[in-house]
């Protein structure tokens, strides 16, 4: 698999799974709303944007990145919804939303594609 990208090998009860996006509900499900914030951030960092923060509190460092929303979880009758607020500084810094279906069972569904709500412009390089 050398040159396809990262990948990830998780080990559960003993068994060894290729992490993808579905099977992340296998191995992580089900869920409770509690869990669906922690599942949320790793689905994330895996198969979203791994440099992004999910802004959680609206409280700015400065009011040029002050966030306009945070992160919400509403329970609905197919799951959760979450609405997801990122804030992203690599390359180019800009604060983000998306939109998710968790359901009960762990599945993660992309409802709304990620769309820039507020750029502030160049990031930081490495």
């Known amino acids: 698999m050398l040159g396809v990208g ?3 090998l998780v080990q559960r009860k003993g068994r060894y799974y290729l992490l ?20 949320v951030t790793f689905y994330e960092k895996v198969f979203g944007r ?9 409280k700015p460092t400065t009011e040029r990145d002050a966030p306009p929303d945070k ?19 690599h390359h180019h810094e800009f604060i983000a ?9 762990g599945t993660i569904e992309v409802t709304q594609e ?3 709500i507020k750029d502030l412009g ?5």
């Open 6 to 8: 990262p990948f990830y």
């Open 20 to 39: 993808t996006t579905k099977n992340l509900s296998q191995i992580f499900g089900p869920v409770t709303k509690e869990e669906v914030l922690p599942l």
């Open 50 to 58: 791994r440099f992004a923060t999910i802004v959680t509190e609206s």
């Open 71 to 89: 992160t919400e979880i509403t329970a609905s009758p197919e799951g959760f919804k979450v609405k997801l607020i990122l804030h992203n500084g």
């Open 97 to 105: 939303e998306k939109h998710l279906l968790v359901r009960p069972d």
């Open 114 to 116: 990620e769309k820039i």
């Open 122 to 126: 160049q990031g930081y390089f490495f």
